[in-house]
């Protein structure tokens, strides 16, 4: 299981984003993130923790280990107002996401 | 470039199968999985099932064995989800999502089909 916090984060332009995911089990590093806008398919961002993918904007970070991981969004653009979601892979395999964190203009 | 293609738009009643169809382009068909995620409407991705289009060997969410099938046609590089049964409880978009190599994660996105289950 995934939690995500929080489920909402208002925040301004410009502002740091701190979003937090949390595994229920030590995870095997196989953890992302995605971004989702309204009416559109999700978009990879990081993908092994701290990997952004391509094309992904350098103020996009990932981090931790363990059960608690951070994506960091350094400075924020009006572009990244979005739906953001992690993901774990487990050796089954099989795949989970967590219940999302919607990150709203303040 | 990469690029998922989905089937379009599907309305069925309860009970019925639906079948989606996915055809990957820009990338050689069977070095990579395909993966079914879905979204209900207003909620969170739950992910469904994958293949192996080299192998043709698939695997599912405990959620959906017995209900779900994907299989693939290799000869015009198109993935296939079928889903049995259903219920307004399937009401949702279905994405196909190519697997990154060696991550656990879903680089490549088709567009989405949303199946309606409604009497």
């Known amino acids: 299981v995934l939690t995500q916090s929080p489920a909402t984060l208002s925040l301004s332009p410009g502002d740091r984003a701190t979003l937090s995911c949390r595994a229920s089990?030590?995870?095997?590093?196989?953890l992302a993130w995605y971004q989702q806008k309204p009416g559109q398919a999700p978009r990879l961002l990081i993908y092994?923790?701290?990997d952004r993918a391509t094309g992904v904007p350098t103020r996009f970070s990932g981090s931790g280990s363990g059960t608690d991981y951070t994506l960091t969004i350094s400075s924020l653009e009006p572009e990244d107002f979005a739906v953001y979601y992690c993901?774990?892979?487990?050796?089954?395999?099989?795949?989970?996401f967590g219940p999302g964190t919607k990150l709203e203009i303040k | 470039q990469v690029q998922l293609v989905q089937s379009g738009a599907d309305v069925k009643k309860p009970g019925a199968s639906v079948k989606v169809s996915c055809k990957p382009s820009?990338?050689?068909?069977?070095?990579?999985?395909i993966h079914w995620v879905r979204q209900a409407p207003g909620q969170g991705l739950e992910w469904m099932g994958r293949?192996?289009?080299?192998?043709?060997?698939?695997s599912y969410a405990d959620k959906f064995q017995g209900r779900v099938t994907v299989t693939r046609d290799t000869s015009i590089s198109t993935v296939y989800l079928d889903l049995d049964g259903l219920t307004s409880d399937d009401t949702a978009v279905y994405y196909c999502?190519?697997?990154?190599?060696?991550?656990?994660?879903?680089?490549?996105w088709g567009q989405g089909t949303l199946v309606t289950v409604s009497s």
């Open positions: 993901q774990k892979r487990d050796n089954s395999p099989m795949f989970t």
């Open positions: 092994d923790v701290s």
């Open positions: 999502a190519r697997g990154g190599a060696g991550t656990g994660a879903f680089d490549y």
């Open positions: 089990e030590r995870l095997n590093n196989f």
């Open positions: 820009g990338y050689t068909f069977t070095g990579y999985f």
């Open positions: 293949i192996n289009p080299n192998s043709g060997v698939a």
